[in-house]
């Protein structure tokens, strides 16, 4: 059965860092593109962030670029989202994504591009 199981959100006043996990298990996800969202209230679910297979190419929603910083580690099955500077906009139920790999060009930002999800961890920022 697979799983991701995301792990690290809490409550953190603006400006400070929260960094995110996400373990992955029930096959291997070497291959895979891994990616982030999140949903805040009343809004739809959007792209944070995304990290392809091989760890060396990335992307970023233009609200976190340079802000947070996505990452990897395929021997532990794990995805990281480090975020700093955070702030109350970014208080939202945050959504790790797993995408098998394609034969297609894959938009990273496209949620079709992504086969399992966890459950979330809500990431609130204090004003």
């Known amino acids: 059965q697979v799983q991701l199981v995301e792990s690290g959100g809490g409550l953190v006043q603006a400006g400070g860092s929260l960094r995110l996990s996400c373990a992955a298990s029930?096959?291997?996800?070497?291959?895979?593109?891994m990616g982030w969202f999140r949903q805040a209230p009343g809004k739809e679910r959007d792209f944070v962030a995304a990290?392809?297979?091989?760890?060396?190419?990335?992307n970023y929603a233009s609200s976190v670029k340079g802000r947070f910083t996505i990452s990897r580690d395929n021997a532990k099955n794990t995805v990281y989202l480090q975020m700093n500077s955070l702030k109350p906009e970014d208080t939202a139920v945050y959504y790790c994504?797993?995408?098998?790999?394609?034969?297609?060009?894959?938009?990273?930002?496209?949620?079709?591009?992504?086969?399992?999800w966890g459950q979330g961890t809500q990431v609130t920022v204090s004003s």
């Open positions: 994504a797993a995408g098998l790999p394609r034969r297609t060009i894959v938009v990273l930002s496209s949620q079709r591009e992504y086969d399992y």
């Open positions: 029930g096959r291997t996800f070497s291959s895979d593109h």
């Open positions: 990290i392809r297979w091989s760890g060396g190419s990335t």
